[in-house]
Nanobody, 119 residues
């Protein structure tokens, strides 16, 4: 099983990026998928999660109203709008092979994709 996160890049404050998470050896539609991030010198923090049981979503307070997690065509996306400097970091997608959020001790992690917000 492999998860692959992609879509990161360099963006100016106020800009947008869309991250995607896809998997091989696993059908993402069946499981809750979460996005987390880690900034240099900081601990990894959960950003968002989408369940597979009812499609419900969770967001960290710091990204509510700016980020949207959704599923489409077997992938999970994180649409990030109005980005600010504090959003910089490596973003990971993960699953704990359950249907519900929040994730607890994920079994599988993507390799991460770097988001840099800079002017």
């Amino acid at each position: 099983v492999q998860l692959q996160a992609s879509g990161g890049g360099l963006v100016q404050p106020g800009g947008s990026l869309r991250l995607s998470c896809e998997a091989s050896g696993l059908t993402l539609d069946y499981y809750a998928i979460g996005w987390s991030r880690q900034a240099p010198g900081k601990e990894r923090e959960g950003v968002s999660c989408i369940s597979s049981s009812d499609g419900s979503t969770d967001y960290a307070d710091s990204v509510k109203g700016r980020f949207t997690i959704f599923r489409d065509n077997g992938k999970v996306y994180l649409q990030m709008n109005n980005l600010n400097f504090e959003d910089s970091g490596i973003y990971y997608c993960a699953t704990d092979i359950t249907e519900s959020c929040p994730l607890e001790d994920p079994d599988y992690w993507g390799q991460g994709t770097l988001v840099t917000v800079s002017s």
